[in-house]
C-alpha cells in the first residue's frame, strides 16, 4: 500500500518550454502533497506543500509563477516548469501524505528533468 | 533553530558488519521521526515512523530506535544490497498548529561483498 507515481520519469526539454509532471497517490487519498528538488548528493528541498482545493504553499525563493502547482484532486497533484531553463535541471520528486493519523510522507520515484 | 543532523556522512562497511547510523534533532515540538532509504535516481522509499520517546521498530536487519534528542538505524549483519543513502527527517510542530518536515542531508552507505 502507500504507492505514489510519477510521470514522466525523465524528460527532456528546450530552453523556453513549459513541463508538467504528474504525480498520483495510486492506493490512497492524499490532503497534502509535497514537492521536492534535488541536486546530485544533497538531501531534498521543499519546493512547495499543496493541499487539495486551496493554493500551494511556496517556500522562501521558490518562484510560484515559474513553478505551477495544482492539487486538483485527492490523489493527482501536478507541477509545471515554466518557460524552463537549463538551471532547472534537476531532479525534481513528490510526495503524499495520507492525512489523518499518518503523518509519513510516501515519495514518488522522481522525475528527472534536463533542460537544453 | 529546528535542526535535523545525520550522521556520518558516509559510511563503508564489510559484508555482516553491523553499525549504526545517527539523526539528532532539535525541534520544538517532535510530532514524528521517518527513515528512509534513498537509491541513486529513485525517490525515497519508506522505512520507519517514531512518535514518541522509547519507542522501536524493526525490519529484516533494519531496526529504529528513538530518544528525545537522536535517533539510530541500526543495520545488523548487512548485505551489498543495503548499500544506498539513509534519510532521516522529523515533523515538527509550529506555532500555530501547523508543522513542517525538516531532512537530513542523509548518510550513504556502502557495504562491500
Known amino acids: 500500500g502507500a504507492v505514489v507515481s510519477q510521470h514522466p520519469s525523465r524528460v527532456i526539454c528546450k530552453s523556453g518550454t513549459s513541463v508538467k509532471i504528474e504525480c498520483r497517490s495510486l492506493?490512497?487519498?492524499?490532503?497534502?502533497m509535497f514537492w521536492y528538488r534535488q541536486f546530485p548528493k544533497q538531501s531534498l528541498m521543499l519546493m512547495a506543500t499543496s493541499n487539495e482545493g486551496s493554493k500551494a504553499t511556496y517556500e522562501q525563493g521558490v518562484e510560484k509563477d515559474k513553478f505551477l502547482i495544482n492539487h486538483a484532486s485527492l490523489t493527482l497533484s501536478t507541477l509545471t516548469v515554466t518557460s524552463a531553463h537549463p538551471e532547472d535541471s534537476s531532479f525534481y520528486i513528490c510526495?503524499?501524505?495520507?492525512?489523518?493519523?499518518?503523518?509519513?510522507?510516501?515519495f514518488g520515484p522522481g522525475t528527472r528533468l534536463l533542460v537544453l | 533553530e529546528d535542526q535535523v543532523t545525520q550522521s556520518p556522512e558516509a559510511l563503508r562497511l564489510q559484508e555482516g558488519e553491523s553499525s549504526s547510523l545517527n539523526c539528532s534533532y532539535t525541534v520544538s515540538g517532535l510530532r514524528g521521526l521517518f527513515w528512509y532509504r534513498q537509491d541513486p535516481g529513485k525517490g525515497p522509499e519508506f522505512l520507519f515512523t517514531?512518535?514518541?520517546a522509547g519507542e522501536e521498530k524493526e525490519k529484516e536487519r533494519l531496526k529504529a530506535t528513538l530518544t528525545k534528542k537522536e535517533s539510530f538505524l541500526h543495520i545488523t549483519a548487512p548485505k551489498p544490497e543495503d548499500s544506498a543513502t539513509y534519510l532521516c527527517?522529523?515533523?515538527?510542530?509550529?506555532?500555530?498548529?501547523?508543522?513542517?518536515?525538516?531532512f537530513g542531508t542523509g548518510t550513504r552507505l556502502k557495504v562491500l561483498a
Open positions: 492506493d490512497f487519498q492524499a490532503t497534502t
Open positions: 527527517a522529523v515533523q515538527a510542530l509550529l506555532p500555530g498548529g501547523t508543522y513542517k518536515y525538516i
Open positions: 510526495s503524499a501524505r495520507p492525512g489523518g493519523a499518518v503523518e509519513t510522507q510516501y
Open positions: 517514531l512518535y514518541s
